[in-house]
């Protein structure tokens, strides 16, 4: 088997969908007995400050999904892990959330990620 360059797995990995690089970055971790998160260390010292100015914990809410259906179940996919049918059920049943008990931080992420996508979201 050739060698591949970083620029051929680079090329493939832009052809791929969401649901294949999840599928990928799992069998990686499988593999190799790594994880893909973030280190706990780096992340928990800005957590420390927002529990000091604000709520430790928000949930997202889905208001409506606006003109861009598609694209918003493809948001809502990529940020809850779930199928395509259950991610279109829950963009159907709007207002909904999309994530509880999350940090503020990833909340105003995954906001920017549906906005972006033409949903009306909002963090409670």
Partial sequence: MAKLTKEEIIASLKEMTVVELNDLVKAVEEEFGVTAAAPVAAAAAPVEEETAKGPSEVSLILKSCGASKVG???????????????????????????????????????????VAAGAEVEIK
């Fill in 72 to 114: 918003v179940i493809k948001a809502v996919q990529a940020i809850t892990g779930l199928g395509l049918m259950d991610a279109k059920k829950l963009v159907d049943s709007a207002p909904a959330p999309i994530k509880e008990h999350i940090s503020p931080v990833e909340a105003e992420e995954h906001k920017k990620a549906l």
